[in-house]
């Protein structure tokens, strides 16, 4: 949530700001209903002020036996003055905060302007991307080893869900395993274990209620299921005040995440690129103003070291002004290789929300003896499991449809070196 204090005093900066990112200036609304709220606000204090003096000059008048009927008089007008103004005063301060928690976070300066994907800036290119011929699709190659089923899960629960088995199965656990203890033990991460549910309070927070309610899952009992770990990771400091000493604060976990795809009619209808469920490993920083622009650096520097790990080809890109998420002021992708699609796709997005996430959150650190700062946030895949899986199986195909492990995950495998079709008891896949 933007500060209504900054807009007061820079109003056209905000207006500026909201063109790069396509939304019609909107400072002189916003002003509009802060001088209505904040007039309301001196009217009601005035009156209460009133109604206080008039109180004690009661009290002087019944000790010294005076005449107090027209002091009873005022103060039977001023109740109800008071509750108008009350009301007023609590309607346009929320219609205030409606407006301010619908506005995205003001992009960094050196994001490029643009209007979608196409726009995003190339940082740079890793990995050299292997030569295969004719290469398969990752669900090809998992439905003819008899380890991936999209008709199983389409029965269980519908399209957009993945049933794994077998050495698959197995192999999106090692990938989930390698990642947290990189990131934990290499990385100095804490790792958590976290509900897979949250409140509406706890959504907001992290700036996916109210504006994308519709790209989430709710249960009758007024629970929302997790899109991203990042939002109960970050929501641990909501409405907390924490030492300066104790920053940074770094978070990971592995968690399921839960999307509706609300607006992906007809996109990536096949395999697991895009999908209502998806295990995604996630790395959060709370951290103090001053370095959460080298935190963006670090974050994106951890998944890139997983993707290297891997040997898997990516390139680092900067998000452009019509690309970058609502929460976000900069925001860099990781696209890895996918060989049957002869392009990259994201992989992980690293995000640097500056204290957009804080304001909404009440998360402040403690600057001096009295004072205390909004913290910064930030969030990064590191990595999407299922998105991993995806570009190993195409990365690593083999002629004759067996898939190469990759030598950091053997272990993982408990030494196994290859996926080829297994003839175990196993429930059929499809």
């Known amino acids: ?51 206080n003096d008039i109180s004690k000059q009661i009290g002087v008048a019944k000790a010294q036996k005076q005449d107090a009927a027209h002091l009873f008089d005022e103060m039977k007008n001023i109740g109800p003055a008071i509750k108008k103004f009350e009301e007023q005063e609590r309607e346009l301060e929320q219609e205030q905060h409606d407006i301010l928690s619908a506005l995205p976070n003001i992009a960094d300066a050196n994001t490029p302007d643009g209007k979608d994907e196409e726009d995003n800036e190339v940082i740079r290119t890793w990995g050299e991307i292997r030569k295969i011929s004719d290469p398969q699709a990752h669900y090809d190659l998992g439905e003819a080893l008899g380890l991936m089923s999209f008709d199983i899960a389409a029965k269980l629960a519908g399209s957009r869900f993945v049933w794994l088995q077998g050495s698959l199965a197995k192999l999106e656990r090692a990938v989930t395993n390698f990642m947290l203890d990189t990131h934990t033990e290499r990385h100095g991460y804490i790792e958590a274990s976290v509900p897979f549910m949250a409140n509406g309070e706890t959504l907001f927070g992290t700036g996916q209620l109210p504006k994308f309610s519709e790209d989430l899952f709710k249960t009758d009992m007024g ?28 978070f990971t976990t592995a968690s399921p995440s839960f999307r509706s795809e609300a607006g992906s009619a007809g996109r990536d209808t096949r395999g697991m690129i895009r999908v209502h469920q998806f295990t995604k490993v996630e790395m959060v920083h709370i951290v103090h103003p001053d370095k959460s622009e080298a935190a963006l650096e670090e974050l994106v520097s951890h998944a890139e070291y997983i993707l290297q790990q891997l040997e898997l080809p990516y390139q680092v890109v900067n998000l452009c002004t019509g690309d970058l998420g609502f929460g976000a002021h900069k925001t860099y992708d990781l696209e890895v290789w996918l060989p049957s699609q002869n392009k990259y796709r994201e992989i992980s997005s690293c995000s640097n929300c500056g204290a957009f996430q804080a304001r909404r959150m009440k998360a402040r650190f403690r600057s001096g003896e009295k004072q205390t700062e909004l913290v910064h946030t930030l969030n990064g895949s590191g990595l999407a499991v299922g998105r991993t899986l995806v570009a190993i199986l195409e990365n690593y195909q083999q002629a004759d449809g067996s898939i190469a492990i990759p030598t950091v995950l053997q272990p993982y495998m408990g030494g196994q070196t290859v996926i080829a079709i297994e003839n175990t008891k196993q429930a059929k896949a499809g």
């Open 223 to 250: 629970y929302y299921l997790i899109p991203t770990s990042e939002v109960p990771l970050t929501n641990s400091v909501r409405g907390d005040i924490i030492p300066a000493e104790n920053l940074p604060i770094k």
């Open 1 to 51: 949530m933007l500060d209504i204090k900054w807009i007061r005093e820079n109003p056209a900066d905000l207006d500026k700001a909201l063109k790069r990112r396509g939304i019609p200036a909107f400072s002189e609304k916003i002003l509009l209903i802060d001088e209505q709220r904040r007039s309301a606000m001196t009217e009601l204090q005035n009156l209460q002020s009133r109604r």
